[in-house]
């Protein structure tokens, strides 16, 4: 029985701004395996003219935080960010450093499940089984031979040029020969 991992995918998002500049991701589940790949990071339409610095939190403790910037917004220069490919393993905060936002995180938070192998068995059995009673048998049709479906022998043309040993046979056109113009 071995295990393999079955990937769950959800949409997951915040907004920094004054009055909320810290959001954070954390799951308690611990029978699962989890991962935030980060997306996408946007000013509202309502963000003032100014830059916008958004930190990176991770870790838990105080011993153990470390705060990077992974991005610097502006509404007239840089008011979107692609992040894809920054996939970060929870617990992550999200701080609005210096900025009044709003300021959009979007990502997608992956939780890889584990199940056995005899659970995938019985999904397949399920699922071969609902493919048997889909299918309906069609009557056999009775082959005739009354010649219907045998093809004729082309027959030999009679105005058939004989080759003598000075003259060469003319070529036809053959497939995939092209014409001569």
């Known amino acids: 029985m071995s295990k393999t991992e079955k990937p769950l995918s959800t949409l997951w998002g915040c907004e920094l701004h004054e009055s909320n500049k810290e959001e954070s991701f954390k799951t308690d589940d611990t029978n699962h395996q989890h991962q935030l790949a980060l997306r996408t990071?946007?000013?509202?339409?309502?963000?003032?003219?100014?830059?916008?610095?958004?930190?990176?939190?991770?870790?838990?403790?105080?011993?153990?935080?470390?705060?990077?910037?992974?991005?610097?917004?502006?509404?007239?220069?840089?008011?979107?960010v692609n992040l894809s490919g920054l996939d970060l393993h929870p617990p992550v905060t999200f701080r609005l450093k210096h900025g009044s936002g709003p300021v959009y995180v979007g990502a997608e938070h992956v939780a890889l499940e584990e199940y056995s192998d005899d659970e995938e068995l019985d999904e397949e059995m399920d699922e071969e089984v609902e493919e048997e009673e889909d299918i309906v048998e069609s009557p056999v049709k009775k082959v005739t031979k009354n010649g219907a479906g045998k093809r004729k022998k082309p027959e030999k043309a009679e105005d058939e040029e004989v080759s003598d040993g000075e003259n060469p046979p003319k070529k036809g056109k053959g497939r995939g020969r092209k014409a001569k113009v």
């Open 41 to 80: 990071m946007c000013l509202g339409h309502t963000a003032k003219d100014e830059f916008n610095i958004v930190e990176l939190v991770t870790g838990q403790g105080n011993s153990n935080v470390k705060a990077v910037p992974i991005a610097t917004l502006h509404a007239k220069y840089m008011p979107t």
